[in-house]
């Protein structure tokens, strides 16, 4: 009697596990199991190229800059720079004669023009 009762909870028990199994494997294969599956992997495949991305752009960015600071160094870009001012420069001045400084007489409208007198007759030859 107990060889009996151990087979048939042994095939009971084997008959829920299939069934289990066959349950499960036939919920997975509905459509709209199927689509649930399909958008949690592009996520995870999405999340997985972002962090390449990521990684890569920090990578160039870091590189970059490497680079730049080479070829600072190799111009001359990078150096100290000297912190004092120059030294004056000359500068030739022209002045206006028709400021009133230089103006004789009552002052002149701006736009009129002031001529130098001669002091001789310029058509008499000397």
């Known amino acids: 009697m107990f060889r009996r009762t151990f ?19 036939i919920k997975q294969l509905t459509p709209e199991h199927l689509a649930v599956t399909a958008a949690n ?22 590189n970059m800059a490497r680079r730049e600071a080479e070829l600072g160094d190799a111009l001359g ?8 001012l120059p030294a004056p420069r000359g ?17 002149r409208k701006p736009t009129q023009q002031t001529y130098p007198t001669y002091p001789y007759n310029r058509n008499e030859d000397h």
Do not use: Q
């Not at 909870?9 to 349950?23: F, P, Q, R």
């Open 7 to 25: 087979w048939f909870t042994t095939g009971v028990a084997a008959g829920v596990w299939a069934t289990t199994k066959v349950n499960r494997k």
């Open 41 to 62: 992997k592009a996520i995870e495949a999405g999340g997985r190229l972002k962090d390449r991305a990521v990684d890569f752009a920090l990578e160039v960015r870091d």
């Open 77 to 84: 870009l990078n150096t100290p720079v000297d912190r004092e």
């Open 91 to 107: 500068y030739a001045v022209i002045e206006n004669r028709n400021t009133p400084k230089y103006v004789e007489g009552p002052a």
